[in-house]
Every structure is written in structure tokens, then in C-alpha cells.
């Protein structure tokens, strides 16, 4: 069974300074990932998608992640933070177990940015 | 923007009382979701739809109906409402014929008194 885990629940950084957020995956299949952003009383939005056509995926507003196979691992990084990027973010793994296009969430990590 | 609206998007309602949420979607998708968001559950999947009248339940679907008469439309009810239904909730559509990307809607936050 698909299944996913963010190490942090909460990350704090100080403004400019890089963003990593933490995201295990545990697959049967070759999965498909994605990045979710939530801000303050909002609504979801894709940020970025593992296709395997790259192992590196650059999404919205500078981050990116990177599929590593060996370490079951899709990471989400930006080099330098800005205030904006304060929000909830969320690691998801497709289930493709099923025929129901269904999607499996990590709790979420909330990322605080500093000035 | 993927055409998703969801209506009302604020409700207070009194526990017994049953409430219906209504999601809209304008692109003929055939898959839809609702799922449910709440304080360290991150987003939890209720019931879904891969059809006209074709549904299933998600992991959390105790309290919950769904129905789905039209493509453009997927209703969820809750049958009595309790005060553990206070939440909000998204509807979400499915995408892409590989990767099955999720879009979402802007929310119902219901309080249930």
C-alpha cells in the first residue's frame, strides 16, 4: 500500500535563507508525487508534480523537488525563502493500486518564514 | 483556475439538522472528491465519484452521503449533523490522464452548533 511521511511538522526560516521540507514515500508501484501549498485560510494549489520523466521537478514560485529512488525520498527545496512562501505545504502519493484516482496525503508541514 | 466552485461556502447549522454542500464543476471531469480538512488530520477523503450515480466511499465516510445525478455536480450530505462534522471541507476533481493531479475547490467551512 501507498503511503507518505513528512519528517517535520513545522519548519521555521529566516527570509532568504534556503527552504527544506521533508517527504518519504512508500510504494508498490512506480508513484506518482506531488507538492500541495496551503496559505492562511486558503485554498490547495498544485505546486509542482513528479511526471518520471525528470527526477528533478521545478514547480511555482521557485521550489522544486527531487525524486530519488534509492531513498524513496521527493524533498521539496527553494533557495532562498521569501515571506510570501509562509504557508502549509503537503507531500502526496498517487494510489494506483485502484482504478479510483485517488490520492494519498501526508500530514502537512507548516513553514514559518522569518524576517 | 479549474472551474470548481463550491457553495455555500459558510454554513452554521445545529447538530441534527442535515446539511447539503454542493461542489460545481464546469470541464465534464468524471472523477470528483470530497474530502474533509481538520487541525493535524491534514485532508481526509470522505466519499468520491468516478461517474454519473457511480460513488465510493474514502476513509472517513461515517455521517456522510453522497449523490451525483449530473457530471457537473456532486453533493454531499450530512444526514444529521454532529459538532465532529465541524470542518471544512473541499471538493476536489481529478485530471491528466497519467499522473491523475488533483484541483480543488475554495472550501465550505461549516460549523456545526
Known amino acids: 500500500a501507498q503511503s507518505v511521511t513528512q519528517l517535520d511538522s513545522h519548519v521555521s526560516v529566516s527570509e532568504g535563507t534556503p527552504v527544506l521540507l521533508r517527504c518519504n514515500y512508500s510504494?508498490?508501484?512506480?508513484?506518482?508525487l506531488f507538492w500541495y501549498v496551503q496559505h492562511p485560510n486558503k485554498g490547495l494549489q498544485l505546486l509542482l508534480k513528479?511526471?518520471?520523466?525528470a527526477t528533478l521537478v521545478k514547480g511555482i514560485n521557485g521550489f522544486e523537488a527531487e525524486f530519488k529512488k534509492s531513498e524513496t525520498s521527493f524533498h521539496l527545496t527553494k533557495p532562498s525563502a521569501h515571506m510570501s512562501d509562509a504557508a502549509e505545504y503537503f507531500c502526496v502519493v498517487s494510489d494506483q493500486g485502484g482504478n479510483n484516482r485517488k490520492l494519498i496525503w501526508g500530514l502537512g508541514t507548516s513553514l514559518a518564514v522569518n524576517p | 483556475d479549474a472551474g470548481i466552485t463550491q457553495s455555500p461556502r459558510h454554513k452554521v447549522t445545529e447538530t441534527g439538522t442535515p446539511v447539503t454542500l454542493r461542489c460545481h464543476q464546469t470541464e465534464n471531469h468524471r472523477y470528483m472528491y470530497w474530502y474533509r480538512q481538520d487541525p493535524g488530520h491534514g485532508l481526509r477523503l470522505i466519499h468520491y465519484s468516478y461517474g454519473v450515480k457511480d460513488t465510493d466511499k474514502g476513509e472517513v465516510s461515517d455521517g456522510y452521503s453522497v449523490s451525483r445525478s449530473k457530471t457537473e455536480d456532486f453533493l454531499l450530505t450530512l444526514e444529521s449533523a454532529t459538532s465532529s462534522q465541524t470542518s471544512v471541507y473541499f471538493c476536489?476533481?481529478?485530471?491528466?490522464?497519467?499522473?491523475?493531479?488533483?484541483?480543488f475547490g475554495p472550501g465550505t467551512r461549516l460549523t456545526v452548533t
Open positions: 476536489a476533481i481529478s485530471v491528466g490522464q497519467t499522473n491523475y493531479e488533483q484541483y
Open positions: 510504494s508498490s508501484y512506480s508513484p506518482s
Open positions: 513528479y511526471t518520471s520523466a
